[in-house]
């Protein structure tokens, strides 16, 4: 399954310096680029924003931002998405990590030819946002977008495989395709083939408003 756009999301702790071409979110951030390009949609299009959705959504929202309930950071858009996830505003909540994804955070980067630093979120904001992103697409009973945000958590160094297998909110995701997804990212010679074999050992947790993972 092709997963260009969070790949392209997630592209930016990995690709050299002189190819930034990020929009900031602070104040007076540089144009984004009007050119072409892009994925072009695909079946991701509708879970994971591309860059350059994000980019052309960031510039637009420095123009207007005047909802004074609109969370300010990344762990304000988050926090907000985890308390429409524990109301069962699933949607609503996916449209908060992906405000999140957009937000100042604790990460911070810079264009080529330029000094000046702006806030990004950092990678545990990013797989925060990500993660719980995917137990809300996986309470709305759509497996491929659970499963592509899945997979762009762990493209970002997220490692946790025991509360992957074990965390209720992502108890429909269970299966093959669950299974040979995290043994793509495990290290095969410490893990091999355990983790499919204590899977039905394993009794999940409790699910709860907030992941023991979250910290930033």
Do not use: H
């Amino acid at each position: 399954e092709s997963v260009e756009g969070v790949s392209d999301l997630l592209a930016r702790d990995k690709r050299l310096a002189g190819s930034i071409d990020v929009v900031p979110e602070l104040a007076n951030p540089p144009a984004a680029s009007s050119s072409g390009g892009g994925g072009g949609g695909g079946p991701q299009a509708d879970v994971v924003k591309t860059r350059r959705q994000r980019q052309e959504d960031m510039a637009k929202e420095a123009e207007k931002r005047t909802d004074p309930n609109r969370p300010k950071n990344c762990k304000a858009a988050i926090d907000r998405g985890l308390q429409m996830f524990g109301e069962k505003r699933f949607q609503e909540a996916i449209d908060m990590f992906n405000l999140a994804l957009e937000l100042p955070g604790n990460g911070a980067y810079r264009l080529p030819d330029s000094p000046r630093e702006y806030s990004c979120p950092s990678d545990a904001e990013e797989n925060a946002a990500l993660y719980n992103m995917a137990c809300a697409y996986a309470q709305m009973g759509r497996k491929d977008s659970a499963l592509t945000c899945i997979e762009a958590v762990l493209d970002n160094g997220y490692c946790d495989f025991s509360t992957l297998r074990n965390d209720p909110d992502l108890q429909s995701l269970r299966g093959t395709q669950f299974d040979l997804l995290l043994l793509r990212f495990e290290n095969p010679v410490a893990k091999g083939m355990s983790g499919i074999l204590k899977l039905g050992q394993t009794k999940p947790k409790e699910s709860t408003g907030n992941k023991p993972w979250i910290l930033w």
